[in-house]
């Protein structure tokens, strides 16, 4: 019977369960998609049991698609959104609904840290000044707005946490997402000093067990065998923050390779063999101790060509869905031609939050009457790849790369993968599989099985690149002055976005 390997991959709006053999071809996929709620302003959440129904439903369709037995699943690896939190109490059940990475209700709590000097602390200590949307700022706003909440809480969870201890029963987190809010950056694990420092010293009963990301955590109960069709006992792998997974799916173990997931989130990584501590990036755990993952992310990528399109190609988008193709696809000539053209327009791709301090929005600049739509579209491309280079260029100023790999929105069209490479002057590597989280995790998931020694051997065997796309240095060299318009953009803007975010808030 064949072996195979499977990988679970929560995001913030799908779910996805992919099936792959040791070579990581894809055997099968499943996916169900996940309702975000926002009751009030800054709050994204989804129900916690609905995010189990979803992943349990994952894993069935996988299973019933690939035709694959449950006895031939080896392992199981589990990923999911990083950040965010998934609290339950001392016998594992839901405390409230899960919080997104998007959620920002805890953002007076940063500005409040900020002025008390904490941010500084934070990043001496822990290697990063923590987001709105980090666990130890929501836990901050639910002590001090949601008491009993608090005082409920059994074990403090991230996304793939939540999932495994549905799979598993078994409380876990692994370096990687322990390394977001609680871990002394040099020592790499808790420290209660880092509690201390956010007020927070009365959680630290709640955080549970760090166990190595290629680790087995736990295995399949009966119940989660009977609402998955996984054989009980199956391993169950701890697995990794999704971004860091995505990097492992890539083949990306080593430094010297930037990771680029063009999502949600504009996201720029990088490994390392020591800490690297900058205020402009994250310096957290990699994947495997004595090294780390420095990443500059923000929520500012293709969710803003997902808009754009959305609302000025309404009717080609249902034509491509009738038809079962891409959109690029009806709309490429389109595209390709106002590309051709020289073009004033610009876009700054804030439509959901910027890598700045001050409350950024999304804007148009130079547009004139015999602009087309066509124009626009460029103008969101251009954007949403130059705030990827602001973050790279942050990174390699410390940490130099030879070359990128991408995945995520922007990968799947050659135009969009070529502009990337363009733009930042490097080569940019598409990986074969497109499912790269959830290869990450598949492969954790090997590694516990034994079928690889190592994540690095696993990345070996198992990923490879589609193609490369080679940097036109003469075509870098004229995006290289756009970007620089765009960045002078910013600095024009930066003290007018404070006024507009009142007058966008004040109804």
């Not at 994204?44 to 049991?49: I, K």
């Not at 990528?301 to 491509?320: I, Y």
Request: net charge negative; hydrophobic share 40%; glycine share 8%.
């Amino acid at each position: 019977m064949p072996t195979y390997l499977l990988g679970l991959d929560s995001g913030s709006t799908a779910t996805k369960a992919v099936i792959f053999d040791t070579t990581g071809r894809t055997v099968a996929v499943g996916s169900r998609r996940v309702e975000q709620r926002q009751p009030r302003p800054r709050h994204v959440e989804r129900d916690m049991q609905e995010t189990w129904g979803a992943a349990s439903g994952a894993i069935r369709d996988a299973l019933e698609r690939g035709k694959v037995s449950a006895d031939a699943i080896a392992a199981v690896g589990v990923t999911g959104h990083g950040d965010g939190l998934y609290l339950v109490d001392h016998d594992g059940a839901p405390l409230g609904p899960g919080m997104l990475s998007l959620d920002s209700r805890a953002f007076d709590v940063r500005e409040q840290w900020r002025e008390a000097g904490v941010l500084q602390r934070a990043l001496e200590l822990t290697g990063q000044q923590p987001y709105p949307y980090a666990a130890v700022s929501l836990l901050k706003w639910i002590q001090v707005n949601e008491p009993e909440r608090y005082a409920k809480i059994g074990h403090v969870l991230f996304c793939k946490d939540w999932l495994r201890l549905c799979l598993t029963g078994v409380p876990a987190t692994d370096p990687t997402e322990a390394s977001s809010s609680f871990t002394d950056v040099r020592t790499q694990q808790y420290s209660a000093d880092v509690l201390d420092l956010y007020g927070l010293a009365s959680i630290g009963h709640a955080l549970p067990e760090i166990v190595s990301s290629t680790a087995i955590a736990g295995h399949v109960t009966a119940q989660a065998a009977a609402q998955t069709g996984l054989k009980e006992g199956t391993p169950v792998a701890c697995g990794l923050h999704d971004v860091t997974s995505s990097a492992v799916g890539m083949g990306n173990t080593e430094p010297g390779i930037l990771s680029i997931t063009a999502g949600t989130f504009s996201i720029n990584e990088i490994l390392s063999d020591r800490p690297q501590l900058d205020p402009r990036w994250s310096c957290r755990n990699g994947t495997r101790p004595g090294q780390w993952m420095n990443m500059s992310i923000s929520p500012a990528s293709s969710s803003n060509v997902d808009w754009f399109l959305r609302e000025f190609f309404a009717h080609e988008a249902q034509q491509a869905s009738q038809r079962g193709c891409s959109l690029f696809d009806l709309i490429g000539d389109e595209l390709q031609a106002a590309f051709a053209e020289p073009s004033s327009v610009m876009f700054h791709p804030f439509l959901f939050g910027s890598p700045f301090e001050q409350p950024a929005s999304a804007s148009f600049f130079g547009i004139r009457g015999w602009h087309r739509r066509a124009h626009l579209a460029r103008a969101v491309l251009e954007g949403m790849v130059f705030n990827h280079r602001y973050h790279v260029e942050a990174l390699t100023s410390a940490l130099p790369a030879r070359r990128a790999g991408l995945t995520g929105g922007g990968s799947s069209s050659p135009m969009l993968a070529q502009l990337f490479a363009d733009t930042l002057g490097i080569p940019v590597d598409i990986p074969e599989n497109q499912e790269a989280s959830a290869l990450g995790a598949a492969l954790c998931a090997g590694v516990s099985a034994g079928a690889f020694a190592s994540l690095a051997e696993a990345a070996t065997r198992a990923c490879r690149i589609q193609r490369t796309h080679q940097p036109d240095p003469e075509r870098h060299a004229q995006l290289t002055e756009v970007y620089k318009r765009y960045m002078e953009l910013i600095s024009g803007m930066t003290p007018l976005w404070p006024a507009l975010d009142r007058a966008a808030t004040a109804h």
